[in-house]
Nanobody
Framework: QVQLVESGGGLVQAGGSLRLSCAAS????????MGWYRQAPGKQRELVAT???????NYADAVKGRFTISRDNAKNTVYLQMNSLKPEDTAVYYC????????????WGQGTQVTVSS
């Protein structure tokens, strides 16, 4: 079993920055994809960014050029640097990971609130 613990959320003014972290612990398997989704009130959960074990990244159009995803494989940790934040970035941000062995399924963190005030 893999546990994911997020940190770094909070309240920030528009134009500000936050850095989210997500550390995997427990029975660690080789982790393939790590990434972030977000869910705003009344909206569906949407993909924000992903990164593979090889470092390939993918971003939602809404965050391209403002957010940067990175990972430390030695620490089993993924980061999301969020710059030039906008009120529409307000959401609960969820970390997830998919092990190399796809039979193990997908693991999710508990979520961390990001609130951007105008």
């Amino acid at each position: 079993q893999v546990q994911l613990v997020e940190s770094g959320g909070g309240l920030v003014q528009a134009g500000g920055s936050l850095r989210l972290s997500c550390a995997a612990s427990g029975r660690i398997f080789r982790l393939d994809v790590m990434g972030w989704y977000r869910q705003a009130p009344g909206k569906q959960r949407e993909l924000v960014a992903t990164i593979t074990s090889g470092g390939n990244t993918n971003y939602a159009d809404a965050v391209k050029g403002r957010f940067t995803i990175s990972r430390d494989n030695a620490k089993n940790t993924v980061y999301l640097q969020m710059n030039s934040l906008k009120p529409e970035d307000t959401a609960v941000y969820y970390c997830y990971t998919v092990p190399m062995d796809k039979r193990l399924g997908t693991y999710w963190g508990q979520g961390t609130q990001v609130t951007v005030s105008s």
